[in-house]
């Protein structure tokens, strides 16, 4: 039998993000009890209850988006935004 390794890119983050995501990650151990799920090394870092009542499933890349296009739906008088609009105005606003 052959294996092979999904490569993953390495990259550096912030000892205050390192420590924003440990303790979310101890957070979310603890609310994954509360429904008997016992979390591991593998464990998603984000995820929700789906639409069917589905328990610790991993967001999808466009739940963001799906979320932002509802809220723009209710709301006409917001401006259209995009995750990827919003990260960018988060990075003009960091410099």
């Not at 490569?7 to 205050?16: A, E, G, K």
């Not at 789906?50 to 799906?66: Q, S, V």
């Not at 809220?71 to 988060?90: M, Y």
Request: overall charge positive; hydrophobic content about 35%.
């Amino acid at each position: 039998m052959r294996f092979i390794m999904a490569t993953f890119p390495i990259f550096s983050i912030s000892n205050d993000l390192l420590q924003l995501l440990t303790s979310w990650k101890e957070q979310q151990r603890y609310e994954l009890a509360k429904f008997g799920i016992l979390s591991n090394p593998e464990q998603f870092v984000f995820t929700y209850i789906d639409t069917k009542g589905n328990i610790n499933k991993p967001l999808h890349a466009d739940y963001l988006n799906n979320k932002m296009k509802s809220i723009r739906k209710r709301h006409k008088e917001l401006t259209h935004a995009t995750p990827h609009k919003l990260r960018h105005t988060g990075a003009t606003l960091a410099k």
